[in-house]
């Protein structure tokens, strides 16, 4: 009997499937159309389809791992459940008032985003807790069962707890949910000692109001996703990535959707590291271009940057995710000429349905990838193997309509559409690197998603950055980061300490509770000894500062080499950051985390021996490809990426096509094919 591991990531356009024959070591991928009135459909019929092509009559599914965008879209288009809160009296507004800072500190007309639960059902009570611990005032069951009796009165789906100080001590959010349970019937409940034990209120405030305001949306779509995957013959226990890059049960996840926000770019960050890894590449610039937006991350030393803090949407949350910027510059971006008549490019989408022009689904307005067959860099014919038709002709009259408004013609608009959405990206990246201290002419471009490779080479180029890494599978990274993603559960604590001899009793009993809560969280998931991790770190800062840097904690048995240890781990990343240090400041620790892992085996990667630089085996066709250099058609070779060879070169201009996405290497670049069978692209003249 074969055994499979599967991972399927839903997207706004498409659903990509990676299958992993864990007997034989062979590797397939799956590509089709998502349904976005409901993912699950497309995400079982796609597994079963993976599985009839690729699998075997006596085949079983062994793991089962999704990335999704439900949570990410709910919250996009404020599409999340009817919810109300139970806070503080005094404390309602709360959600409102934030931290009166001003996104935009010269935009006289910024709009704040709407709060996830209006005014009228956010409900006070009597609660004080000291930040010592000390309760000052008690809430009563009367009183909380009166609030709770109020907020079923109007017809709430999810309800919140957040009282101040539940970070000290949760009992009275513990009351108060208990009794949310009780007075609620099947309505969500969450506390925000459950989602984000930490200080800062708003923050922890804004994060349980939208785990709660996400809740029924992640239920209802995971009960109506398991029976289909049951009906498709997947039996497992499955799982769903989280914003950090690991994995949780449905169960989890049903509790506690806000951690999968960026469920989906996590994974394919985590295929990235992989692949990097596999060819000894440890600074990387992830670029991942989907059909509706595009992602892109920092991957430095063969860690990802991660941040436990994010504004998603205009909305901050506050748990451990990837450091992963999006903007709306995917193949399904639509192009428009605005109100000054220049030339835009997204952030609206054309998305799945009804998609580029070219699909001839009924959309009429151009979008990038229609750019990109109107140029003849993509397939104008065909797509994902033949499987998806494409008519240039009418996405070439919209390109020129469009054109006339600007007087330019067809190709020339085409031309600066990629131009365009091309900047959009490069933008993107020098916020994630330039901005933080990095250059990015220093690290590995890595390019996937289906339209990430299409435009590597000029966004590289734009950045200066000399390497390209394409991946065997761009198109389908993030399903095949899921079968490299491990289990993971953050834990956290706040705790202020100054870093001083009489703390260190006070560091080991912090870190000491959350070890014990990771050791009955492997219990729970039963994880075995070998297979479990853990990562410990802490928030510090500068006493009287208000940010913090996490720096790693050692585990040592001596009180001063402890303290020493994390005085030199803040000092090194503060001054990495800054570049400089306060050595006569006193340090203070704020937050204890710990990261367990439950680590999964991860399949093995063989390398393919050198078959020599001809490359004219894998040569299909030449078709004429628009250069807006020259302004005129190339004749340009068609390569199938599936005969190509370790050790292949192909100079450009060439077009490199798979059933999962399609590489453009451009004039004056070159490609070789590695031992693993990824592209690395480079300048002839580097």
């Keep these: 009997m074969s055994s499979l591991r599967i991972g399927v990531d839903s997207g706004g356009t498409f659903t990509d499937v990676c299958l992993l024959n864990e007997t034989t070591g062979q590797f397939s991928v799956w590509k089709l159309s998502s349904t976005p009135h409901d993912p699950s459909e497309a995400i079982a019929n796609g597994a079963q389809e993976a599985v009839e092509r690729f699998g075997s009559d006596d085949a079983a599914v062994s793991f089962f791992g999704h990335g999704t965008t439900v949570a990410t879209n709910a919250l996009i288009q404020g599409k999340g459940a009817r919810a109300g809160l139970i806070t503080n009296d005094g404390f309602r507004d709360l959600l409102d008032l934030g931290r009166q800072t001003r996104p935009h500190l010269y935009d006289l007309q910024t709009d704040k985003p709407k709060a996830l639960i209006p005014r009228d059902r956010r409900l006070e009570v009597q609660e004080r807790l000291l930040y010592d611990g000390t309760v000052e005032r008690e809430p009563t069951e009367e009183e909380v069962r009166t609030m709770a009796r109020k907020l079923r009165d109007m017809d709430v789906e999810a309800a919140a707890v957040c009282f101040l100080y539940s970070f000290v001590s949760p009992d009275h959010e513990a009351m108060a949910a208990r009794i949310l349970e009780e007075e609620l019937g099947d309505a969500f409940i969450t506390a925000s000692h459950q989602v984000c034990p930490e200080f800062r209120e708003f923050e922890r405030l804004s994060t349980t109001v939208v785990n709660a305001f996400l809740g029924p949306v992640m239920k209802g779509y995971l009960s109506r996703l398991t029976p289909r995957l049951q009906d498709a013959g997947i039996t497992v226990q499955p799982h769903i990535t989280q914003s950090n890059g690991g994995t949780i049960t449905f169960e989890t996840a049903s509790t506690l959707p806000v951690r999968t926000v960026l469920s989906g770019p996590s994974t394919g960050v985590v295929g990235a590291l992989e692949t990097g890894r596999i060819v000894d590449v440890g600074d990387i610039i992830t670029f991942d271009m989907g059909g509706t937006s595009t992602d892109v991350s920092l991957i430095q030393n063969a860690r990802p940057e991660t941040t436990t803090e994010a504004i998603v949407h205009g909305y901050p949350i506050k748990v451990p995710m990837i450091d992963i910027h999006t903007v709306g510059a995917g193949g399904g971006s639509i192009a428009y000429v605005d109100s000054g008549g220049f030339l835009k490019v997204g952030p609206r989408s054309a998305g799945a349905a009804p998609?580029?022009?070219?699909?001839?689904?009924?959309?009429?307005?151009?979008?990038?990838?229609?750019?990109?067959?109107?140029?003849?860099?993509?397939?104008?014919?065909?797509?994902?193997?033949?499987?998806?038709?494409?008519?240039?002709?009418?996405?070439?009259?919209?390109?020129?309509?469009?054109?006339?408004?600007?007087?330019?013609?067809?190709?020339?608009?085409?031309?600066?559409?990629?131009?365009?959405?091309?900047?959009?990206?490069?933008?993107?990246?020098?916020?994630?690197?330039?901005?933080?201290?990095?250059?990015?002419?220093?690290?590995?471009?890595?390019?996937?998603?289906?339209?990430?490779?299409?435009?590597?080479?000029?966004?590289?180029?734009?950045?200066?950055?000399?390497?390209?890494?394409?991946?065997?599978?761009?198109?389908?990274?993030?399903?095949?980061?899921?079968?490299?993603?491990?289990?993971?559960?953050?834990?956290?604590?706040?705790?202020?300490?100054?870093?001083?001899?009489?703390?260190?009793?006070?560091?080991?009993?912090?870190?000491?509770?959350?070890?014990?809560?990771?050791?009955?969280?492997?219990?729970?998931?039963?994880?075995?000894?070998?297979?479990?991790?853990?990562?410990?770190?802490?928030?510090?800062?500068?006493?009287?500062?208000?940010?913090?840097?996490?720096?790693?904690?050692?585990?040592?048995?001596?009180?001063?080499?402890?303290?020493?240890?994390?005085?030199?781990?803040?000092?090194?990343?503060?001054?990495?950051?800054?570049?400089?240090?306060?050595?006569?400041?006193?340090?203070e620790i704020v937050t204890f985390r710990v990261e367990a892992y439950g680590v999964v085996e991860k399949p093995q990667f063989s390398a393919h021996p050198d078959a020599g630089a001809d490359a004219s085996a894998a040569l299909l066709d030449s078709r004429d490809v628009y250069m807006p250099e020259t302004k005129t058609f190339e004749s340009t070779r068609i390569y199938d990426r599936d005969r190509l060879q370790t050790g292949n070169k192909v100079e450009g201009p060439a077009v490199i096509e798979q059933m999962d996405s399609t590489t453009f290497i451009l004039p004056g670049q070159r490609a070789t094919i590695d031992p693993y069978h990824n592209i690395v692209i480079e300048e002839e003249t580097a």
């Excluded at 000029?458 to 950055?465: I, Q, S």
């Excluded at 289990?487 to 560091?507: F, G, K, Y």
């Excluded at 510090?540 to 994390?566: F, I, T």
């Design 355 to 587: 998609g580029p022009i070219c699909y001839g689904l009924g959309n009429d307005e151009p979008t990038v990838t229609d750019a990109n067959v109107v140029m003849q860099i993509l397939n104008p014919k065909e797509l994902l193997g033949g499987r998806m038709p494409i008519d240039r002709e009418p996405a070439l009259q919209a390109i020129e309509k469009l054109g006339e408004q600007m007087g330019l013609s067809a190709l020339e608009t085409a031309a600066g559409i990629v131009r365009v959405v091309t900047a959009n990206m490069a933008r993107a990246i020098r916020l994630i690197s330039v901005q933080r201290g990095h250059d990015p002419r220093e690290y590995c471009l890595m390019p996937f998603g289906g339209g990430g490779p299409v435009h590597a080479g000029r966004l590289a180029r734009e950045l200066g950055m000399p390497r390209i890494l394409v991946p065997r599978n761009p198109g389908i990274l993030c399903a095949l980061g899921l079968l490299l993603t491990d289990l993971r559960h953050d834990l956290s604590v706040t705790r202020r300490l100054l870093l001083e001899p009489a703390a260190a009793d006070a560091i080991r009993d912090s870190m000491g509770k959350l070890r014990k809560e990771a050791d009955a969280w492997f219990a729970k998931e039963s994880i075995g000894a070998d297979r479990q991790r853990l990562v410990a770190s802490a928030d510090m800062r500068y006493a009287g500062q208000n940010y913090e840097l996490n720096v790693p904690v050692p585990d040592l048995e001596d009180d001063a080499a402890l303290l020493d240890a994390l005085t030199a781990n803040f000092n090194d990343a503060y001054s990495r950051l800054y570049d400089y240090t306060a050595p006569e400041e006193a340090i």
